[in-house]
């Protein structure tokens, strides 16, 4: 995975802005000037079993040493962070991320600010990338966009005349928990959530969890051969290969209802709040723009929304591939700081 292209800091234009992106098992710094361009960067390991405290104290020697470096020292006026939920936001609490068990009930903004001396602005990980989208990304010419992560589980993130969808209960922009399916056999979410949601169809865990069934029913299919394999081996990337590489009917079908379940769920999305723009990130894009599967995977999505929706929506609706990749969710925390910052 490549790196940002970083901007010398000569060039640059301050103030600048931090962009602190944890994961479960990295966590992501980048250095933003006043137009978003990346001047330092720099990705750890959480190491998450030591707690969340230590990782705050790299995160704030790495914040000094970096500033120090650059010379720009008292340029940098707010920090942006941004992490897994369930969390409450206005306290400032991770509440219980599955992904970091050792953190539950921590204050990390307050903890992060009190190691940097400055304030700092907290965000669902999945909003700061809809956030980084919206500033420098897919919907940087929009006044509205959604969009919808597409990995382990399905992240989502609304921007509505320039401001994210929090929620009172910091539940806001949930798009992955909204219900598609309400019949009492429906799959259930990947993440402990209820029955019928976007996420036990479209996610990564779904593919595989489909592929898996359907092979157990005596489906063909050159994946066959990883039926009795843990799910490390049979994986959507798998599966997505072997619809490319191999043409496998299977593999298809199973990409083709994927398409069809977050066809619907935009459609609810989309008559919800009009945003005009729908970006799909993450690492389930089946190749993206620059492969035939993704091609027609997003053919799939537009042509399902199309058979839900009003004429008039569809044309005015675009669907597509978001455009920053891993570095949406960084990037999206330093933006939302910055504008916080200004707000002062």
Partial sequence: MSLPQLLEISHAQAPYFWGVDVGGTGIKLGLVDDLGRTVAYEKIPTREAEGASAAVARIADIISKTESALGIVGQVPQIGLGAPGPMDLPKGLLVAPPQLPSWWGFNIRDAVGEATGRPVSFLNDANAAAFGEFWLGTGRHAESMVLLTLGTGVGGGIVIDGELVNGVNSCGSECGHMIVDPSPTAQLCVWGGGRGHLEAYASASAVVLRTRQRLTEGAESCLSGLLGSSDSELTAKKIY????????????????????????????????????????????DFGGDDCPIGQRFLQSIREEFKSR????????????????????????????????????
Avoid: C
């Fill in 241 to 284: 290969e072997a619809a490319k590489n191999e043409g496998d009917k299977l593999a298809l079908e199973i990409i083709d209802e994927t398409a069809r379940w977050l066809g619907i769920g935009i459609t609810t999305l989309v008559h919800a709040v009009d945003p005009g723009i729908i970006a799909l990130g993450g690492a389930m």
């Fill in 309 to 344: 929706t009003f004429e008039n929506i569809y044309d005015g609706t675009s669907i597509g591939f978001a455009s920053l990749g891993p570095d949406a969710g960084y990037l999206g925390v330093a933006g939302y700081a910055r504008k916080e910052n200004q707000s002062l």
